[in-house]
């Protein structure tokens, strides 16, 4: 399932959205994947965060738990922040 581009917050189902964004984390390849305690990690920074609003990233607009998800990523504000 793609995320739809077209689509409006308004127009979309919460509980749909979660489970849209969990299917793309389960979809990353492990070896691309942020190991589970990291990721733990990276999600309470965010959530300690004034920037995140609705699970998501005011700075950058991403949702913050498939960002964090993605080994590669850092902060947009910080890449020592993670």
Do not use: F
Not at 41 to 49: D, N, P, S, V, Y
């Amino acid at each position: 399932m793609h995320p739809c581009r077209k689509c409006l917050l308004s127009e979309t189902d919460e509980k749909t959205l979660y489970a849209t964004i969990a299917e793309h984390i389960n979809n990353i390849p492990p070896e691309h994947k942020t190991a589970p305690a990291e990721y733990k990690r990276r999600l309470e920074i965010c959530k300690a965060c004034n920037h995140l609003i609705s699970g998501m990233c005011a700075l950058c607009g991403c949702y913050v738990e498939l960002r964090a998800a993605k080994a590669w990523q850092s902060c947009v504000e910080s890449k020592d922040r993670w």
